[in-house]
């Protein structure tokens, strides 16, 4: 004997884009466009037009990891979100947990 099936639930809530992911979707679009080899040169140069419209700071290259205490742009660990210093200070402090000065 069988287990009776059950309908499946609704989703508990709807997938929403945020800004920053539809500008990325909308660049990429816009991009592909300039790409396409079968698109008329006057629609290749309106998406040109209108990628050059964007913000600059919308483009993904222009986006850099900044150390999430002091907002310093260099040296940053990825894994931990924070500058070499601001690490180093952290790990003094013994709030990192599992990361020790090594000493030898």
Known sequence: MQPALRPLAP????????PEELADIYRAALKARIRDLTLSHEEKRAAQDAVASLPRDSNPNRVTNRCALTGRPRSNLRRFGLSRIAFREKVLQGVIPGVIKSSW
Do not use: D, G, N, S
């Open 11 to 18: 989703p508990t809530h709807a997938f929403v884009w945020t």
